[in-house]
């Protein structure tokens, strides 16, 4: 193999090692971050959907509230009518979200629970709203039915909130580990990065400085005194060869040039 082709081999590992370092790096970190995204992507989605029921559920009863307690009619004004709708649609939105995002032990008997309890709620809200339910069945009745569907909510809301502080200790526990696997894996390719920058110029220069002794021997075996002094491998090769070919009589055709 000529040297010109050994030097680019040499260059060529090295640059395998820092690509294969930076790559490697690249890799955990983003997959580090995914994983720690996914994770906590479902019970946080639950959180929303459960705060959002919540405040639903406080705009119909509000609304349904209005009409108890509104001496003048025990029907719904427009505004408390819209008021309802609206909130009834935004329940019912998240909760068929939140049926497709169960992730937790035991989350989806309460999702269960929740979705019995607002078919009964929403019954009585209907008996109210126009004028068919009466103060005792608001106070017997939706109020606890109510009370029924807060707690629902609020054990999803808790059940994913322990998730997520419980994964994001393990998170962290796996986000150690992977940081050690990486300092190990960019310790062994520091090393070997020194160890073949420190080894392959070394086989260079023990290659040259074999070939400039071999000359100089050459010279003094045919009789040439070498009176080179210096450390330079290539220029002692270069002037033992012109001493030679003065010797042999050969004349320099071409300037030598390193």
Known sequence: ??????????????????????FFCSYYVDKLSDEADNILKDNYDSIVYSRNMIS??????TSISSSIFNPDSKKLTDYHSQLFEAGRIEFEKNLKAEKGNITEIHEKEYVD???????????????????????SMYFNEAL??????????RNINDL????????????????????????VTVSLCIMLAFGYFWYFPFY??????????????????????????????????L???KQLEKKLGVEETEKDTL
């Not at 809200?125 to 339910?133: D, F, L, M, N, R």
């Not at 606890?144 to 909510?153: G, H, N, T, V, W």
């Not at 994913?160 to 300092?183: C, F, G, L, P, W």
């Not at 220069?205 to 021997?217: C, E, G």
């Open 56 to 61: 639903a559920l406080d705009d119909m009863r």
């Open 144 to 153: 606890p039915c109510y009370e029924r569907l807060k707690q629902s909510i």
């Open 1 to 22: 193999m000529v040297l010109k082709a050994k030097l680019s081999m040499g260059l060529g590992v090295l640059f395998l090692i820092i690509f294969a370092l930076a």
């Open 113 to 135: 629970a929740l979705n019995g309890d607002y078919n009964i709620y929403l019954n009585l809200c209907e008996q109210i709203k126009k004028g068919a339910g009466s103060t």
């Open 204 to 237: 260079i220069s023990n290659t040259i400085s074999y070939l400039a002794n071999r000359m100089t021997k050459l010279l003094e075996k045919i009789g040439i005194a070498s009176d080179i002094e210096t450390n330079d491998e290539t220029y002692i090769i």
């Open 160 to 183: 994913n909130m322990q998730a997520v502080v419980r994964k994001s200790r393990i998170t962290k526990d796996e986000s150690a580990h992977t940081i050690n696997y990486m300092a």
């Open 239 to 241: 002037q033992s060869i």
